[in-house]
């Protein structure tokens, strides 16, 4: 990736990496403490801590402080404008229900965003010890390596995620499983959507359906994937505000699972 000193999309991505694992210890901290966290309901199934209101926080006072010119989207607090070109798309705590649960499947989601679309991604999962990191036209990594997608895997190949949140259709859920299995993949979730998008970027999974996500559940994970040689597809024109439909994968994976989706 480039190194020059005044690249704003490579001093943006070495600011968010650092602020990720910055947030990455404060949520550590609440993780081992989850018992003692102060839990309100959004909705049924979703839920919201201390911990992600205090992460989004720290991650919004760093960014103000290092680009006070930047635009800012968090999942809890919302909107503060900016006046250069560059929105922060972030999730604190993306898989609340695993952290929670005392599960290790979340992590921090940090992308960046110019005209709407995402120009590079952080995604950090401090239980796993991994930061993947990646910027639109500069490759991806995680921990250092390059991403380890196989662009020739299909749908058969490895396994497929689905986004199962009381957002989705439960019928329409079931079909696409059931779907999935008869054309010969095998499914899966775990809770967080960033993280199985970096999977499916790495290669540890060939692709990722979810009816209804949100920006920054997946704006870091889709520069992620289309880094590492896959396609993805997000929503309409007003994804950032409603969110919408996602679709990674492979490029073979991608295209069988259209036709499997509905």
Not at 53 to 59: A, H, S, T, Y
Not at 167 to 185: H, K, S, W, Y
Not at 198 to 216: C, F, M, P, S, T
Request: with cysteine.
């Amino acid at each position: 990736m480039s190194s020059e000193p005044n690249d704003p999309i490579a001093v943006r991505l070495r600011a968010a990496e650092r602020i990720a694992r910055e947030a990455g210890e404060v949520a550590m901290a609440f993780f081992e403490a989850r018992a003692t966290l102060e839990i309100a309901e959004k909705g049924s199934q979703d839920r919201v801590s201390e911990a992600d209101r205090r992460v989004e926080r720290l991650i919004r006072d760093a960014v103000a402080a290092a680009f006070p010119d930047d635009a800012f989207m968090g999942e809890e607090y919302g909107v503060a404008a900016g006046q250069s070109p560059y929105l922060w798309v972030v999730d604190p705590i993306d898989g609340t229900s695993p952290f929670l649960a005392g599960l290790a499947d979340w992590c921090i989601s940090i992308a960046v965003a110019v005209d709407g679309e995402p120009v590079l991604g952080v995604i950090h999962a401090p239980r796993h010890g991994e930061t993947f990191v990646a910027a639109r036209g500069r490759g991806g990594s995680v921990n250092g390596r390059p991403l380890g997608m196989d662009v020739g895997r299909g749908l058969g190949g490895g396994m497929f995620a689905f986004g199962g949140s009381l957002r989705c259709d439960a019928a329409a859920t079931g079909g696409l499983v059931t779907r999935l299995m008869q054309n010969g993949g095998v499914a899966y979730h775990n809770g967080s959507g960033a993280m199985m998008l970096a999977y499916v970027a790495d290669g540890r999974l060939v692709g990722y359906y979810d009816e209804k996500i949100n920006a920054w559940d997946c704006f870091a994970g889709m520069v992620l994937v289309a880094e590492a040689g896959g396609t993805v597809r997000f929503g309409g024109p007003d994804r950032l505000e409603k969110g919408g439909a996602l679709l990674a994968g492979t490029p073979p994976a991608f295209a069988a699972a259209e036709a499997l989706v509905g």
